[in-house]
């Protein structure tokens, strides 16, 4: 009974071979992925990653480099992006195992797959392809803008056709002037948390010249970064990658389990998982501005807390909506969504 079971098992196995033997026998016939199979036991490819980098010929723009496992026997791989919420796909056959896009769209999201093929009789054969979670194809801003400005306004002078506005450094040394029509002016592209002197020089009609007394500024240093990193991921407003969607803030290249920190003392008024920015902090600063903080990894504050600026309010990650760990950065000026690089030092 035994030697019988033995047997028929021995039997079984050697149908198993002479069923294999064959696959072989029709390589041209059959699916690449079944003899790529057959061979190494590779259904398909197989480890596909992607990652992006800095191109330091296009500053703004990244490059995303695909790359897999070698699949034996393969002649080559098709190697297709296809962008989030779009059709369109973008394609390239390359013999090697791994592949550069360098022309994504900005701020964008996109996944890669990679087929392996072999070619035979003429006609390829492919296996089955393997996929790459979404990927953003973002920009990187090296430096965020600083510009300041300082609103100035003075008494107005009869029949005055001219009014300039000198602007100096702490030193008293000119740096620029600037013309206004009107009694009042804002002077930018200044620098933030820089003393600034100004003087008002008023030209009437008949050549007179009245001078204002010389006022001294320190520019807005408000707020500080809520990350260490200034690497932006995906900027303000409409993005490509997401049909008409509004991006209502900034995301930032943090990583996961990187600081979020308060950009100003303030008053925690949210602290929960809050829909689709997953685990989220909004500190409200006085004079109605608000920061929101989104797709934390974990909360380190609570509602009603006080925060001095620089605090930890949580740490970055990926919870709510997001495909990779990065800080959602948002503010707010009086309930409206504001470019918060337009803020930020
Ligand atoms: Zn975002």
Same mark, same amino acid.
């Given at each position: 009974?035994?030697?019988?079971? /033995?047997?028929v098992?021995?039997?079984?196995?050697?149908?198993?071979?002479?069923?294999?033997?064959?696959g072989?026998?029709?390589?041209?016939?059959?699916?690449a992925?079944?003899?790529?199979?057959?061979?190494?036991?590779?259904? &398909?490819?197989?480890?596909?990653?992607?990652? =992006?980098?800095?191109?330091?010929?296009?500053?703004? +723009?990244?490059?995303?480099?695909?790359?897999w496992?070698?699949?034996?026997?393969a002649?080559?791989?098709?190697?297709?992006?296809?962008? /989030?919420?779009? =059709?369109?796909?973008?394609?390239?056959?390359?013999?090697?195992t791994?592949?550069?896009?360098?022309?994504?769209?900005n701020?964008?999201?996109?996944? +890669?797959?990679?087929?392996?093929?072999?070619?035979?009789?003429?006609?390829?054969?492919?296996?089955?392809a393997?996929?790459?979670?979404?990927?953003?194809?973002?920009?990187? /801003?090296?430096?965020?803008? !600083?510009?300041?400005?300082?609103?100035?306004k003075?008494?107005?002078?009869?029949?005055?056709?001219?009014?300039s506005?000198?602007?100096?450094?702490?030193?008293?040394?000119t740096?620029?002037?600037k013309?206004a /029509?009107?009694?009042k002016?804002?002077?930018?592209?200044?620098?933030?948390?820089t003393?600034?002197?100004?003087?008002?020089?008023? &030209?009437?009609?008949?050549?007179?010249t009245?001078?204002?007394?010389?006022? !001294? &500024?320190?520019?807005?240093?408000?707020y500080i970064?809520? =990350?260490? =990193?200034?690497?932006?991921?995906?900027?303000?407003?409409?993005r490509?990658?997401?049909?008409s969607?509004?991006?209502?803030g900034?995301?930032?290249g943090?990583?996961?389990?990187?600081?979020?920190?308060?950009?100003k003392?303030?008053?925690?008024?949210?602290?929960?998982?809050? +829909?689709?920015?997953?685990?989220c902090v909004?500190v409200?600063?006085?004079?109605?501005?608000v920061?929101?903080y989104?797709?934390l990894?974990?909360?380190?504050?609570?509602?009603?807390?006080?925060?001095?600026?620089?605090?930890?309010?949580?740490?970055?990650?990926?919870?709510?909506?997001?495909?990779?760990?990065?800080?959602? +950065?948002?503010?707010?000026?009086?309930?409206?969504?504001?470019?918060?690089?337009?803020?930020?030092?």
């Amino acid at each position: 009974m035994v030697i019988l079971k /033995k047997m028929v098992v021995l039997l079984l196995s050697l149908a198993v071979i002479i069923t294999m033997s064959m696959g072989f026998g029709l390589i041209s016939e059959v699916h690449a992925a079944d003899t790529m199979t057959s061979n190494n036991n590779t259904t &398909t490819v197989s480890n596909v990653s992607a990652t =992006s980098s800095v191109a330091a010929s296009r500053a703004k +723009f990244k490059t995303i480099k695909v790359k897999w496992d070698a699949v034996d026997d393969a002649d080559g791989y098709v190697v297709t992006a296809t962008q /989030k919420g779009k =059709s369109t796909k973008i394609s390239q056959v390359v013999t090697d195992t791994d592949a550069d896009y360098s022309n994504l769209s900005n701020n964008s999201q996109y996944k +890669f797959s990679v087929k392996a093929y072999v070619s035979a009789d003429g006609t390829e054969k492919y296996s089955s392809a393997k996929s790459t979670d979404y990927i953003v194809s973002g920009y990187l /801003k090296t430096t965020a803008k !600083t510009s300041k400005s300082v609103s100035l306004k003075w008494s107005a002078i009869a029949d005055t056709t001219n009014y300039s506005v000198v602007v100096m450094n702490k030193n008293g040394k000119t740096l620029k002037t600037k013309a206004a /029509k009107t009694n009042k002016t804002k002077v930018t592209g200044l620098k933030a948390d820089t003393k600034y002197k100004f003087k008002v020089v008023a &030209t009437k009609s008949t050549s007179e010249t009245t001078t204002s007394t010389t006022v !001294t &500024t320190t520019t807005n240093s408000d707020y500080i970064w809520p =990350s260490a =990193s200034r690497q932006i991921l995906s900027g303000y407003g409409y993005r490509s990658g997401y049909g008409s969607s509004y991006h209502e803030g900034i995301d930032i290249g943090t990583g996961y389990g990187a600081k979020a920190k308060a950009i100003k003392s303030g008053t925690v008024i949210l602290a929960k998982y809050y +829909f689709g920015y997953g685990k989220c902090v909004e500190v409200s600063h006085g004079n109605g501005v608000v920061s929101l903080y989104a797709h934390l990894s974990s909360i380190k504050v609570h509602k009603g807390q006080r925060v001095s600026q620089g605090q930890m309010v949580g740490r970055t990650g990926a919870t709510g909506s997001a495909t990779c760990a990065h800080l959602h +950065f948002s503010m707010m000026v009086h309930g409206n969504m504001v470019n918060p690089l337009n803020y930020l030092p």
